[in-house]
């Protein structure tokens, strides 16, 4: 979940239906705060640092950059790692200088306008493997006749660290599908790649072990076209100490229940992150460190109860002669029988109906084939 919604969260900006005069309550968080979002982890690939302004209570969520601050990461050997801006906001390491490892601790310093923000160091704990990632179908609508029956998809996650040094997990899941246009269009199949903005965390310290058993990462409908070709997640999972599990977990109840004016306290949750000269200011945002495990899961089954998506598409057709110009620019075929006497067209208003790349990318993802 990005900090800049986690931010307009904690700020309670509620709008309470009914009410035709708005409230703004008074409070010190109508002032700017910096936000810092990032992690560092043992992965052989680039990590980030984002660094933005908070947005006061009743102003539309917004990524505010905050430029030309000197960010640095100093692991417990005393090794500074600088990171480079690019594009606003976003700090970088270099992934062929800079990886995190299991077992080293790191603290990071941001330079503000000759003002120091810090953390403690950190220690990088291990994380087990994704023991299993699978998938069982769930009846949404039951019937007797598999004509009227429903089904959905609930995606699980098993882990077990025999050791007991990992206690508090998080996961996070990117998804990828293929969907098709079912007309004969040039930009037919296409793949569509979203990340979650879900928190999930999961505490095994109150257990005999640091066993985690069917956690529902997430559950698909059948009011989405996800499983109607070809679907895959891939699950990372992520290790915590107690106190990052702890600010998740703030942020996870407030996320949930938060829906009237009066359900939480407007209060910032408590960061990782000081102001070296005056830690009563509040900082907004955690530091991470942790080391990475993943799995991928792919899904190419029969679901029931799945719509049809495109049967809004075909909206007219053209008899004759189909125009040269033009037509391209305020409608598109779908189906040409250009051949039959008279020749006519089934033509659509909209693109998407014609044209997959509206929704995604006609470039198959490296990963697609690797289940077979």
């Not at 089904?151 to 996650?157: P, T």
Request: net charge negative; charged share 25%; glycine share 6%.
């Amino acid at each position: 979940m990005s900090l800049i919604r986690i931010t307009g969260i904690s700020f309670l900006l509620v709008m309470v239906t009914g009410c035709s005069v708005e409230f703004n309550p008074d409070s010190d968080e109508n002032k700017e705060q910096l936000v810092v979002e990032g992690m560092i982890t043992d992965q052989n690939s680039v990590n980030r640092i984002r660094l933005s302004k908070s947005q006061s209570i009743g102003k539309p969520l917004a990524f505010k950059p905050v430029n030309a601050a000197i960010v640095t990461v100093t692991d417990e050997k005393g090794i500074v790692t600088t990171l480079t801006e690019s594009p606003a906001g976003i700090y970088s390491t270099d992934s062929t200088e800079f990886r995190g490892r299991v077992g080293g601790s790191y603290s990071l310093n941001i330079k503000i306008n000759n003002v120091n923000y810090v953390t403690d160091f950190i220690e990088m704990k291990p994380v087990p493997p994704i023991t299993s990632l699978y998938y069982e179908k769930v009846v949404i609508t039951a019937a007797r006749d598999t004509s009227d029956l429903e089904e959905g998809c609930g995606i699980y996650v098993d882990s077990y660290d025999p050791s007991g040094k990992c206690l508090f997990f998080r996961w996070d899941y990117t998804e990828t599908w293929e969907y098709r246009i079912p007309y004969a269009v040039t930009k037919r199949v296409c793949y569509v790649t979203e990340r979650s903005d879900e928190i999930l965390i999961k505490s095994t310290s109150i257990y005999s072990q640091a066993r985690v058993s069917k956690y529902p990462v997430l559950f698909i409908s059948n009011k989405s076209d996800r499983l109607k070709e070809k679907y895959s997640v891939l699950v990372k999972q992520y290790s915590m100490n107690e106190t990052e599990y702890n600010f998740w977990e703030r942020v996870q109840n407030i996320s949930q229940n938060v829906g009237d004016l009066y359900d939480i306290t407007p209060v910032a949750i408590p960061s990782n992150i000081r102001r070296a000269d005056d830690p009563k200011e509040t900082v907004l945002g955690y530091f991470s460190v942790s080391a990475v495990t993943k799995k991928r899961l792919f899904i190419k089954d029969h679901f029931y109860g799945l719509p049809h998506f495109f049967i809004y598409c075909a909206t007219d057709t053209a008899e004759g002669i189909l125009p040269e110009t033009g037509l391209n620019s305020e409608y598109w075929v779908i189906e040409d029988y250009g051949d039959e006497l008279p020749p006519f067209w089934v033509i659509t208003t909209f693109r998407e109906c014609a044209d997959c790349t509206t929704r995604g990318t006609g470039e198959m993802p490296p990963f697609w084939l690797e289940d077979r």
